[in-house]
């Protein structure tokens, strides 16, 4: 087929291609984004949020990977010296800290508990557990199948009652021809 494209199209192609079956799914884009969110918020209590730090996500084709800001290994060592506690309160804090925050959001999305599944869970499954048939996807997929099932049960009768009208008719050919030629004969043509 790639011979049969011009080189535009197999770069359209391409570019489709990488982007994935995932790309602008808003179960993911909602996981991402929640993701962001906590990255930024600052603590209700007080302290400090990650950029106050020197740290924030790069620019967007490093896909939020956490940087440095120009002077932000400066700033997180000088704020390491001057408040050690509030540093710590923003990762480690039960209620409110980033590994609390960025822990209850992955649960939301992909905890494997039959009890409260993820969103994931809800969509797909795990394999081995309960939710591996007791999702979204495997009833799309299931009724999908029986759809199919049925189409081929009536393409099945249709073809049956097709040939039969074609047997019948072959039938009654036969018989017309067989008339003609005894009539064709008695006549003496």
Do not use: C
């Amino acid at each position: 087929q790639k011979k049969e494209m011009s080189e535009r199209e197999i770069e359209l192609w391409e570019e489709k291609a990488k982007e994935g079956l995932l790309h602008r799914d808003s179960t993911i884009q909602t996981f991402l984004q929640s993701m962001r969110t906590a990255l930024y918020q600052k603590p209700s209590s007080g302290g400090y949020a990650l950029y106050e730090l020197g740290i924030e996500t790069g620019n967007w084709e490093s896909k939020g990977q956490l940087v440095f800001t120009t002077d932000g290994e400066a700033k997180l060592r000088q704020m390491l010296e001057n408040d050690p506690t509030g540093i710590i309160q923003l990762f480690t804090d039960p209620e409110e800290g980033l590994s609390t925050k960025l822990s209850t959001i992955i649960n939301d999305t992909a905890k494997t508990s039959s009890g409260s599944p993820g969103t994931l869970v809800q969509i797909a499954g795990v394999k081995g557990l309960a939710s591996e048939k007791d999702n979204s996807l495997y009833d799309q997929l299931k009724a999908i199948d029986n759809k199919i099932a049925t189409l081929k049960r009536t393409y099945e009768m249709e073809k049956t009652r097709y040939w039969k009208q074609f047997t019948t008719m072959e039938q009654l050919i036969s018989n017309m021809n067989t008339q003609s030629s005894y009539l064709a004969q008695m006549m003496g043509m």
